[in-house]
């Protein structure tokens, strides 16, 4: 299974960004879809996450700002990012936890991770 992040690139403060993952592979179910973020000298945090059914959860800095949205059937995240601010500069990642085929275990799954940057 890959999970190919895209959207990333350079905006300035107060503009838009729509990031984009979709996975692919042999996918029987797919649970939980995030994104995470890393700042330079920081630790990788969760900035959002969507469950199978639709119920989403963010980080605090970024409610009311972010928009995390799911297309199950082509098993795709997406992150709405409004409002940019300088500090939501960073590599974002998107994660899924997922079954395949013949297994009957979830796995969880990485993107490459695709660079946000935000200019004052």
């Known amino acids: 299974v890959q999970l190919q992040a895209s959207g990333g690139g350079l905006v300035e403060a107060g503009g838009s960004r729509r990031l984009s993952c979709a996975a692919s592979?042999?996918?029987?179910?797919?649970?939980?879809m995030a994104w995470y973020r890393q700042a330079p000298g920081k630790q990788r945090e969760l900035v959002a996450r969507?469950?199978?059914?639709?119920?989403?959860n963010y980080l605090d800095s970024v409610e009311g700002r972010f928009t995390i949205s799911r297309h199950n059937a082509k098993n795709t995240v997406y992150l709405q990012m409004d409002s940019l601010k300088p500090e939501d500069t960073g590599v974002y990642y998107c994660?899924?936890?997922?079954?395949?085929?013949?297994?009957?275990?979830?796995?969880?799954?990485w993107g490459q991770g695709t660079q946000v940057t935000v200019s004052s």
């Open positions: 969507i469950s199978s059914g639709g119920t989403t």
């Open positions: 994660n899924a936890i997922f079954v395949q085929y013949g297994s009957n275990r979830y796995d969880v799954g």
């Open positions: 592979g042999s996918i029987v179910s797919m649970r939980d």
